[in-house]
């Protein structure tokens, strides 16, 4: 063992990755469930979304990317690939899957530090929020900067290095390092389709050009297919902000959409409020064949209950309401009959407070439908088709998504071209 070896002791690594979905439920509870502005939410699964952009369904789509790409970077790349994992076992004295575990969490924590929507300011937070716990799990300390820091420079690959270096890494190591960084950004990369209007796969592609094994012509299609299953895992989710076309570097647009709307706010609560946000997503992704190949060995995991519409208790608000209601007004009755009033009087004065008292049980009987989310559409199969609005004839399929208005924002700009509403 050589000394940069040294600071790689784990206490539980095994139960991360035993626990993978559950721990992975605890960090979007603490982080994306949680407001912008701080405030401890108390009530998680209230209905209401606190952020609509960058939140858990996004956070929870990019570290499953994080495992589909690499064993799809393992089936084109094989060498690129098994060096880099090689480094790391023999290093972090870690299996394939732990190792790509903790890549996945840090694909789950890249947005968790963020304090608005826009560009984002905070990867450093994020970073460090993905560092402090995976520390709080039993990690190395000095694995769990690391890892913190492949989110935090997701996007620069120099700074990462840096960070390397300071840790004690090798040169001769860091491209191995760096292939966990690559994740990460590919990942990510991949899911801003969700709210721009082009795709520049010329932002994927960059990222294979120093590895001696890739070759353009050989290696991109299945890249390319890569972004095409992603459009429609999105759309699907009905998170897709706005129309969005796949663009090759020459321009050339693979995947053009002609109908619009295909984002839904509380389609996006179905998921983000289920009990466990990434198994849920990860089960709506092992519907579409392209995903469920690649998640084979993620599928056998319990299911994650959703949360129904409650059983109507006796004592429920509503039954409550109706009760106190003919309560009143059978009392108005006996009152109007007692002061001699006529029988008309009595009986307004029944049908008016009964209807006051209806009113009221349907407002308490909507208000606690519309704070229990429900369960998640099914998504479809690779050849079925979805529909996902109520306008007669407005079809979803693979190859054809529907889409709300256009938007000449370029993907995975550089930061200065990425001043929008919306970042990654």
């Given at each position: 063992m050589n000394g940069m070896q040294k600071g790689f002791q784990h206490k539980n690594i095994s139960n991360l990755t035993k626990y993978f979905y559950q721990n992975a439920n605890q960090l979007i509870e603490e982080t994306y469930l949680q407001p912008y502005n701080g405030r401890i939410k108390a009530h998680l699964r209230d209905g209401q979304l606190e952020r609509e952009h960058h939140g858990a369904l996004h956070a929870s789509r990019v570290s499953l990317y994080v495992k589909v790409l690499h064993r799809l970077i393992c089936a084109q790349l094989p060498d690129y690939a098994k060096h880099a994992l090689n480094t790391l076992t023999e290093e972090w004295h870690l299996t394939e899957k732990e190792i790509i575990n903790l890549a996945s969490f840090a694909g789950l924590?890249?947005?968790?530090?963020?304090?608005?929507?826009?560009?984002?300011?905070?990867?450093?937070?994020?970073?460090?929020?993905?560092?402090?716990?995976?520390?709080?799990?039993?990690?190395?300390?000095?694995?769990?900067?690391?890892?913190?820091?492949?989110?935090?420079?997701?996007?620069?690959?120099?700074?990462?290095?840096?960070?390397?270096?300071?840790?004690?890494?090798?040169?001769?190591?860091?491209?191995?390092?760096?292939?966990?960084?690559?994740?990460?950004?590919l990942a990510d990369c991949y899911d801003i389709m969700r709210v721009r209007s082009e795709f520049q796969l010329e932002y994927v592609?960059?990222?294979?050009?120093?590895?001696?094994?890739?070759?353009?012509?050989?290696?991109?299609?299945?890249?390319?297919?890569?972004?095409?299953?992603?459009?429609a895992l999105i759309s699907a989710h009905q998170d897709m902000r706005q129309r969005c076309d796949i663009v090759m570097p020459g321009g050339e647009k693979i995947v053009t959409k002609e109908i619009s709307t295909s984002y839904s706010l509380s389609e996006k609560i179905r998921f983000e409020h289920a009990d466990n946000v990434l198994l849920s997503a990860m089960q709506s992704m092992k519907t579409m064949p392209y995903f469920a190949l690649y998640l084979s060995n993620e599928l056998n995991?319990?299911?994650?209950?959703?949360?129904?519409?409650?059983?109507?208790?006796?004592?429920?608000?509503?039954?409550?309401?109706?009760?106190?209601?003919?309560?009143?007004?059978?009392?108005?009755?006996?009152?109007?009959?007692?002061?001699?009033?006529?029988?008309?009087?009595?009986?307004?004065?029944y049908l008016g407070i009964s209807?006051?008292?209806?009113?009221?049980?349907?407002?308490?009987?909507?208000?606690?439908?519309?704070?229990?989310?429900?369960?998640?559409?099914?998504?479809?199969?690779?050849?079925?088709?979805?529909?996902?609005?109520?306008?007669?004839?407005?079809?979803?399929?693979?190859?054809?998504?529907?889409?709300?208005?256009?938007?000449?924002?370029?993907?995975?700009?550089?930061?200065?071209?990425?001043?929008?509403?919306?970042?990654?």
């Open positions: 924590a890249h947005d968790s530090g963020r304090k608005a929507d826009g560009i984002d300011y905070w990867d450093k937070e994020s970073g460090e929020n993905c560092t402090a716990f995976l520390i709080k799990k039993g990690i190395s300390p000095k694995i769990a900067k690391i890892v913190g820091a492949a989110a935090a420079y997701k996007d620069h690959p120099n700074d990462y290095a840096n960070v390397l270096k300071k840790q004690g890494i090798s040169a001769k190591s860091i491209p191995a390092y760096q292939y966990l960084r690559k994740l990460i950004y592609f960059r990222a294979f050009r120093d590895i001696n094994e890739y070759q353009a012509k050989k290696h991109n299609p299945a890249f390319i297919e890569f972004a095409q299953q992603v459009h995991v319990k299911p994650s209950k959703m949360h129904e519409k409650p059983e109507q208790s006796w004592f429920s608000l509503t039954n409550i309401a109706v009760i106190t209601g003919c309560i009143v007004a059978v009392s108005a009755l006996y009152f109007s009959a007692s002061l001699g009033l006529s029988l008309g009087f009595g009986l307004a004065a209807l006051t008292a209806k009113l009221f049980a349907w407002y308490a009987q909507s208000s606690t439908r519309a704070q229990q989310p429900v369960k998640p559409a099914v998504l479809p199969n690779h050849d079925d088709k979805l529909r996902l609005t109520k306008a007669p004839q407005v079809i979803y399929s693979l190859n054809r998504c529907k889409h709300m208005h256009d938007n000449t924002q370029p993907i995975c700009a550089p930061l200065k071209s990425r001043m929008s509403r919306y970042s990654r």
